[in-house]
């Protein structure tokens, strides 16, 4: 059996009373469809795209918005001893899944692949695969990495995940790719301590077109670059539309 992810979830961590508006918001902007929500307080949905495989789901939780990772392997307890081998530490566990913390302390889950209870749509064949259709698509998760962090960071999620680490155009970006699966980009923060945190990327065909449409939505716009630009979604996820081929994932 394999210690190594075959498929990550993103999990929107949404304050209960705002999970409602957070699905629609999430829903109209990726274009995926809401699932019914389950779990034993009705906490859980996943973003059903038309086509591919699910990889984003909501979870209502009681503090403030944010983002956590899942980590679908075929064997856990392999996937845990890697994680805790590589420097992760135990947090707690929910329902029988561990939840860990990275070495820089983003939270994160070691789940079963394709064994979570959703109609997700990550079946058979070769498993898994994101569909890339459309001229934006929910794609990445960046890892928001404090410069102290940065060395032990990229070295756990670069062995952890199995998957080749590319350095970025400028160096304080590092990607991992893995075919047809969501990427993962780490970027070096100019502050030098805090806790590790994540954010969601859309790569767009027109990032001015759909910054119009996403404040339509609901989301607020915090901030403006030259390749991306920066907003708050309602459930209170900080997030980016960035100007890559939502075809390929790549960036020019």
Do not use: N
């Amino acid at each position: 059996m394999d210690a190594r992810p075959g498929w990550i979830q993103l999990f929107l961590d949404t304050p209960a009373t705002d999970l409602d508006r957070a699905a629609a918001f999430w829903s109209a902007a990726t274009g995926w469809r809401p699932s019914p929500r389950r779990g034993e307080s009705d906490q859980f949905l996943t973003l059903l795209p038309s086509a591919g495989a699910a990889w984003v789901k909501l979870q209502a939780v009681d503090g403030p918005g944010g983002v956590h990772l899942d980590l679908d392997s075929t064997d856990r307890d392999a996937a845990l001893a890697r994680s805790r081998e590589l420097g992760a530490s135990d947090a707690w566990v929910y329902e029988g899944v561990p939840v860990m913390r990275s070495p820089g302390g983003l939270t994160f889950c070691h789940t079963l692949l394709a064994d979570d209870g959703d109609d997700d749509g990550a079946d058979g064949g070769d498993g898994p695969a994101l569909a890339r259709d459309g001229g934006t698509v929910l794609d990445q998760v960046c890892l928001d990495v404090p410069w102290a962090l940065w060395d032990v960071e990229v070295d756990f999620w670069s062995r952890m995940t199995g998957r080749e680490l590319q350095q970025g155009s400028s160096p304080e970006f590092a990607r991992l790719l893995a075919p047809g699966a969501p990427r993962i980009l780490l970027q070096r923060l100019g502050e030098r301590d805090g806790a590790v945190r994540a954010h969601p990327d859309l790569a767009t065909a027109d990032r001015a077109g759909d910054l119009q449409l996403h404040l339509g939505l609901g989301a607020r716009h915090e901030d403006e670059r030259d390749h991306w630009s920066v907003l708050t979604a309602p459930g209170g996820q900080v997030y980016c539309l960035t100007d890559r081929d939502p075809a390929t994932g790549s960036a020019g």
